[in-house]
């Protein structure tokens, strides 16, 4: 395939959040405060859905977005309690979710995969751009790590927090709130659009679509779960079931392709029912999801 497309898929993650900061306007910004369940909130404004349990022990927020929405989202918290933030976890490692690890003061806890945090504490080059993404403050760092999954008990729930192996990135948590009876799914769940999967970060779709469907039938127990995506509006299983459905179907679309010998440039002309043509409405268009599941399928051989 050209090496100019190969790179553009690897790097588009990168290009979306330069996009995004350049031509925001951040002063006509709001950011939304949604009821989700229990004790969990969701906030919306630029970039990455942020997580919220709010409650006596304070809020532990998933995601924080971007810097430049720093006192939009603490006026936004306030209208919840006024309790203080006492953990964030860091999804993975793009910038529109964790500008604000450091703009909650030096005591709150940063958790993240060991992944993760080598990404935010190391320069990431992009060889499309030329340049270098250089790595965060040591203050915004995660300053907790864990292997596969851990816990935090707070505001009355054990709150779950499991790691996803090279799915979205290398670096992927997903949060369960058993209690609420919610799942925050990062950057794994688009709604309903066609994923980033971070090629060059380690990510692939073929796993994605493995741990969304392992996600869906632990979930069958309570079918009433609300799922908050890593963006696009708050969701239930139906609607998680809805994007797994279209991971599958679309990959399995290409792999059959690719077995009967086609190019690259065959799969994209030939391109997608017309069911899923409304999901490359976002980031990531129809040529471009077709690219990032060929060259995850290729990477599976």
């Known amino acids: 395939m050209p090496k100019r497309l190969l790179l553009f898929a690897f790097i588009l993650p990168f290009l979306c959040c ?11 910004i709001e950011v939304k405060v949604i009821k989700v369940s229990g004790n969990v909130y969701m906030l919306q404004g630029a970039g990455g859905n942020i997580g919220v349990s709010v409650g006596p022990d304070g809020f532990f927020l998933v995601d924080d977005q971007y810097v430049e929405l720093a006192d939009k989202i603490k006026a936004a918290l306030k209208t919840l309690g006024d309790g203080k933030v006492k953990f964030i976890v860091n999804t993975h490692y793009h910038l529109d979710h964790v500008g604000n690890n450091a703009s909650f003061g030096p005591d709150v806890v940063i958790i993240a995969d060991p992944n993760c945090l080598k990404r935010l504490s190391t320069d990431q080059v992009s060889k499309f751009f030329n340049r270098t993404f250089s790595a965060l403050p040591k203050e915004a760092l995660p300053t907790r790590t864990y292997k596969n999954k851990t816990s935090v008990f707070f505001n009355g729930e054990k709150i779950k927090i499991e790691h996803l192996a090279n799915s979205h990135t290398d670096g992927d948590s997903v ?3 058993p209690r609420s009876n919610v799942v925050h799914m990062g950057d794994n769940f688009f709604n309903p659009r066609f994923p980033i999967v971070d090629l060059e970060a380690g990510g692939n779709a073929v796993n994605m679509a493995r741990h969304v469907g392992d996600i869906i039938s632990r979930l069958e127990k309570t079918p009433d779960v609300k799922v908050i995506p890593g963006h696009g509006p708050l969701t239930d299983l139906n609607g998680l079931k809805a994007y797994h459905r279209m991971l599958m179907e679309t990959t399995d679309m290409v792999r059959k392709r690719m077995a009967a010998g086609k190019t690259l440039d ?6 997608l029912p017309e069911e899923w043509k409304p999901w490359g409405s976002g980031f990531i268009k129809t040529d471009v999801w077709l690219t990032l599941v060929y060259n995850s399928l290729s990477a599976k051989k």
Do not use: H, P
């Open 175 to 177: 949060v369960f709130f």
């Open 266 to 271: 065959q799969i994209k002309a030939e391109g």
């Open 18 to 28: 330069i996009t995004l900061r350049a031509q925001t306007d951040w002063s006509k």
